[in-house]
């Protein structure tokens, strides 16, 4: 079993859909969770960081840790063409020099 | 502008010859990181380097080398003994202890065999 579970995808929505992307993982000390966009032939892109459980929300996006079921989510609200890239979750405990990287989504969003 | 740079951008390795990828930053930050991706297996850790002059093996350093005589620069040297270089390489970075965990990406060399 992976340390981080990601569905690979892909993912295809419309345009201004509501795109849930999630990680399940299986260390519980694990505490920064992380989500990188990216395109394709590009390096990853750092898009939402949270620190422990709860939610974070920067414009279209909300990051949200649920600790209890291991388990983290992006959501992407209005979703648009430029959004279609490969989303990977990372995460980290204190101390760990270490990323854990999930294997990435695909996701698609059509005109 | 800071940032990662990573050069070049496409690399041709020929039979039994070692390349080097090029990796430096101008962000200040302490650790640095060299990533293997190929289609459907993620982030692969090669090597890591938290100071100068100190590096450690990442999950799949067989075949690669590093060294870190500045704090800017990070390069890796895929030898002939690794038998399937072609991927996508990333180098990565980050702040210090107690400065956040999150690490910075370069925009990726694609390494392929002639």
């Known amino acids: 079993q992976k340390e981080v579970e990601q569905d690979p995808g892909p993912l295809s929505v419309p345009e201004g859909a509501i795109v849930s992307l999630n990680c399940t993982y299986s260390n519980s000390a694990f505490q920064y969770f992380m989500w990188y966009r990216q395109y394709s032939r590009k390096g990853p892109e750092l898009l939402m960081y949270t620190y422990s459980s709860g939610n974070k929300e920067d414009g279209r996006f909300t990051a949200q840790v649920d600790k209890s079921s291991k388990y983290i989510s992006l959501f992407i609200r209005d979703s648009q063409p430029s959004d279609s890239a490969t989303y990977l979750c990372?995460?980290?405990?204190?101390?760990?020099?270490?990323?854990?990287f999930g294997t990435g989504t695909r996701l698609l969003v059509s005109p | 502008d800071g940032g990662i740079t990573q050069s070049p951008k496409y690399l041709f390795r020929k039979e039994g010859q070692n390349v080097t990828l090029s990796c430096e930053q101008n962000?200040?930050?302490?650790?640095m990181y060299w990533y293997r991706q190929d289609p459907g297996q993620g982030l692969r850790l090669i090597y890591y380097?938290?100071?100068?002059?100190d590096f450690q093996k990442g999950d799949i350093a067989e075949g690669y080398s590093v060294s870190r005589e500045k704090k800017e620069s990070f390069p890796l040297t895929v030898t002939s003994a690794q038998k399937n270089p072609t991927a996508f390489y990333l180098c990565?970075?980050?702040?210090?202890w107690g400065q956040g965990e999150t690490q910075y990406f370069g925009p990726g060399t694609r390494l392929l065999v002639l």
């Open positions: 962000l200040n930050h302490d650790a």
């Open positions: 380097s938290q100071i100068v002059n």
């Open positions: 990372a995460m980290t405990l204190t101390g760990f020099q270490k990323l854990v």
């Open positions: 990565a970075s980050r702040p210090g």
